[in-house]
């Protein structure tokens, strides 16, 4: 049953966070009205996954992110975002905050990150004998447009990558949302040829937009497209290029220095990739994203 912490100083914010995940009646929430507050609570209990505001007095999102990463590893943390602070969440997603949702999208889209974060953070996967005895993991395959089928993907590399050593506990939720996320670039915005306006509106009517995917799935010439996933592990990295069969993404043109829109659903996709991973590359015709995640140092992985 996920137990969910929520961070925020204001209380009809609380409020309206804890209605938003209590739709799901196996959600179990406490509240903390400030990050002082927060960490008192972590102190004495652990749940699956924080949920806090970034911008608040004393001790903001950030600072609050960077302790729970030093002191509570295992402990992943979603943002709530409001526009303006675009710069502080990229800022705290590079120190260790697994995901987030803007404001304005909390009641379509927090319990399903919630639920995405506190998946990609579960322990038992099954792997572990198989993973420990690897020095060295390179392998291909070739996939339907089927989120089923890359998430037992995830779910392998993220065990992979935390027994060769790559990543900390921390590092493996956060590659894995980054992995997440490519998929759902390379399937949603290459092989099924979505526009960001129609994701958005996709987003936000769960059940509808199933139903939309699933039908899309089946026309031509989506139906015959496929994914080609190369994946290689070692102890100094982990590189994965990961490609479609649809047109070139315009992705491909995105430069660094341009700003991001956090209310974006390409522009998120973005976010989280450049955040958790060390390189990010499209290629030249627009049909492949090479992620590349390296070995931390020791310093590097506890701050």
Not at 199 to 218: F, I, P, T, W, Y
Request: charged content about 25%; overall charge negative.
């Amino acid at each position: 049953m996920p137990e969910v912490l929520i961070v925020d100083d204001s209380p009809i914010d609380r409020v309206l966070i804890e209605g938003v995940l209590r739709k799901d009646p196996r959600v179990k929430t406490r509240q903390a009205q400030s990050g002082t507050d927060a960490l008192a609570t972590l102190g004495q209990w652990q749940p699956d996954v924080v949920v806090t505001d970034l911008q608040m007095p004393e001790m903001d999102g950030l600072a609050l992110v960077t302790a729970i990463r030093i002191h509570y590893p295992s402990v992943p943390v979603v943002l709530v975002t409001a526009h303006g602070s675009e710069e502080l969440a990229v800022r705290a997603l590079e120190q260790g905050a697994a995901s987030y949702v803007p404001k304005s999208q909390i009641a379509h889209n927090l319990l399903g990150v919630v639920d995405q974060v506190v998946e990609l953070a579960r322990d038992d996967r099954g792997y572990e004998a198989l993973s420990q005895a690897m020095e060295y993991a390179e392998f291909r395959f070739r996939a339907p447009n089927d989120f089923s089928t890359t998430d037992r993907l995830v779910e392998l590399v993220q065990q992979l990558v935390a027994s060769i050593g790559v990543c900390d506990t921390g590092g493996q939720v956060r590659l894995g949302m980054a992995l997440e996320e490519a998929f759902r670039t390379a399937i949603l915005r290459g092989n099924l040829e979505l526009t960001p306006e129609l994701l958005l509106v996709l987003g936000n009517h769960h059940e509808k937009s199933q139903q939309k995917l699933d039908a899309r799935r089946r026309e031509a010439p989506y139906s015959g497209r496929r994914l080609a996933v190369h994946v290689k592990v070692t102890p100094e990295e982990a590189r994965f290029v990961i490609s479609h069969e649809g047109p070139p993404l315009a992705l491909a043109d995105r430069q660094e220095d341009v700003a991001p829109a956090l209310e974006n659903p390409s522009d998120r996709s973005l976010i989280l990739m450049r955040a958790f991973m060390d390189e990010v590359q499209f290629s030249p015709d627009g049909r492949s994203i090479t992620l590349v995640k390296r070995k931390a140092s020791r310093q590097k992985q506890a701050t």
